[in-house]
């Protein structure tokens, strides 16, 4: 079944840049997902179709997906924005269509 | 407003039976996939299935295939997750979710059932 890898851990300082990688076989080719999770908290949606916002999410989260990444940017981190990140893509060729990347703790510094 | 609500914390014991509750409402219960999500204590998330209600068909992980039982019973807007015979090792934060299959997205959550199994 399909794989999706992201890095355990990133950290970086209030006011910069994330990027939170996920991995795949040709990953450009499918729709990617993400959600962040606090603590304590249900998973929430934050980017769908690679780069779209729902309504509510602060325009400094972004996406974009290529070749084998995909990758979670996240603009002027702020305290607030400190979770657990997960990648999630939908294949529609599989009867358990849902995998999930593994999670990746962003540390605000 | 969408919104799934799951019922309560259970604590049980090894070799008991547990079938755990996701209520939909805002929205038409029996036109969207309705699944589980398991997440164990300091772990990720790992799906474990989906039921279309408007017809029944049920979907699930190989790794939760014939350990979990997912039923729904679209009078209500209920979706369940169903355990014969629990082991410590299902002590887990479990959440619903509605599955948007068009777009692939999972989208809302419920606020998460936490299952804990000791003796």
């Known amino acids: 079944s399909y794989v999706l890898t992201q890095p355990p851990s990133v950290s970086v300082a209030p006011g910069k840049t994330a990027r939170i990688t996920c991995g795949g076989n040709?990953?450009?080719?499918?729709?990617v997902h993400w959600y962040q999770q606090k603590p304590g908290q249900a998973p929430v949606l934050v980017i769908y179709y690679d780069s779209d916002r729902p309504s509510g999410i602060p325009e400094r989260f972004s996406g974009s997906n290529s070749g084998n990444t995909a990758t979670l940017t996240i603009s002027r981190v702020e305290a607030g924005d400190e979770a657990d990140y997960y990648c999630q893509v939908w294949d529609s060729s599989s009867d358990h269509p849902v995998v999930f990347g593994g999670g990746t703790k962003l540390t605000v510094l | 407003e969408v919104q799934l609500v799951q019922s309560g914390a259970e604590v049980k014991k090894p070799g008991e039976s547990l079938k755990i509750s996701c209520k939909g409402s805002?929205?038409?219960?029996?036109?969207?996939?309705i699944g589980w999500v398991r997440q164990m204590p300091g772990k990720g998330l790992e799906w474990m299935g989906i039921i279309y209600p408007g017809d029944s068909d049920t979907r699930y992980s190989p790794s939760f295939q014939g350990q979990v039982t997912i039923s729904a019973d679209k009078s209500i807007s209920t979706a369940y997750l169903q355990w014969s015979s629990l082991k410590a090792s299902d002590t887990a934060m479990y959440y619903c979710?509605?599955?948007?299959?068009?777009?692939?997205?999972?989208?809302?959550w419920g606020q998460g059932t936490l299952v804990t199994v000791s003796s």
């Open positions: 979710a509605r599955h948007l299959a068009a777009a692939g997205t999972i989208d809302p």
């Open positions: 805002g929205y038409s219960f029996t036109s969207y996939w």
């Open positions: 040709n990953i450009g080719s499918k729709s």
